[in-house]
């Protein structure tokens, strides 16, 4: 079973199929792209102030294993000790920083894959969401006695 909490963008648009466009799913358990790419992964989530602080961790375990005069794999070891941390944490760190942009989270959902949680998700979600009418005055592609019968009515409104 997988788990996904999500999260809504800051000032999101009235249009209830565009605010579930922008929605994102944060998966919960271990990442193996975090642990095993720890600074590619935090530069795709712009998470700059964890970046800058995996990289003072990291070169702070170069000097003080070349310090101390530990072999060589001591330290690489230690790095690999931070990754899997990260690999732990990703998705917690990912949160962290949807959050401090602004982002809110509107709920938790699980499932057995990402496709299944969504489903689960917008089954629920969508319902109670507000639907946005058209403008007054604007014209729809397809009459109202056209919509039954699918794209016929299309070519009668454009003057075919």
């Not at 072999?71 to 990912?94: H, S």
Request: net charge positive; charged share 20%; hydrophobic share 45%.
């Amino acid at each position: 079973m997988k788990s996904f909490t999500v999260h809504e963008r800051p000032n999101p648009p009235s249009d209830r199929i565009e605010r579930a466009e922008g929605l994102v799913f944060v998966k919960d358990g271990f990442s193996w792209m975090a642990a095993l790419f720890t600074p590619f992964w935090l530069l795709a989530h712009r998470l700059w102030w964890v970046l800058l602080g995996y990289a003072g961790v990291v070169a702070l375990l170069q000097v003080v294993g070349r310090l101390a005069g530990t072999e060589q794999q001591w330290p690489a070891l230690a790095g690999v000790a931070v990754g899997l941390l990260f690999g732990f944490e990703a998705d917690a760190l990912r949160r962290w920083g949807l959050a401090r942009r602004g982002w809110r989270m509107l709920g938790s959902v699980s499932g057995r894959s990402l496709e299944d949680c969504e489903r689960r998700f917008f089954d629920d979600w969508l319902p109670s969401q507000p639907l946005i009418a058209a403008p007054t005055g604007s014209t729809s592609l397809m009459s109202p006695g056209a919509r039954g019968r699918g794209w016929s009515g299309f070519g009668r409104l454009r003057g075919a």
